[in-house]
């Protein structure tokens, strides 16, 4: 399975902002959508954001307006810019790659998974 390497994560006050970034392979990188998981004790892994091979992507709803995915190309990486964080944002984040943008909304075809990234947003 391919490694993908996460970065960015830390304590931030509310409405503050932080980038993830994680790193993949080239190879990996350029036949891969690429996306953002986040998970809290207790409860089930939930996609935050996800992007193809050409751009295009899809946001979770708690996502949209706040967040937003991109692709650097020159460095094989997908980011991931969180503005006004909340409290509830707080969980480990964890990148991963699939085939295609629909399987992040079917949870098929992945290919691999980062270690995970804390992000943790105080009151």
């Known amino acids: 399975q391919e490694q993908l390497v996460e970065s960015g994560g830390g304590l931030v006050q509310a409405g503050g902002s932080l980038t993830l970034s994680c790193r993949a392979p080239a190879r990996a990188f350029s036949t891969s959508a690429m996306g953002w998981y986040r998970q809290v004790p207790g409860k089930t892994r939930e996609l935050v954001a996800a992007?193809?091979?050409?751009?295009?992507?899809n946001y979770a709803e708690s996502a949209k307006g706040r967040f937003t995915i991109s692709r650097d190309n020159s460095k094989n990486a997908v980011n991931l810019q969180m503005n006004s964080l909340k409290p509830e944002d707080t969980a480990v984040y964890y990148c991963?790659?699939?085939?295609?943008?629909?399987?992040?909304?079917?949870?098929?075809?992945?290919?691999?998974w980062g270690q995970g990234t804390q992000v943790t947003v105080s009151s």
């Open positions: 992007i193809g091979r050409l751009g295009n992507t």
């Open positions: 991963n790659a699939r085939q295609y943008l629909s399987d992040f909304v079917s949870g098929v075809n992945s290919r691999a």
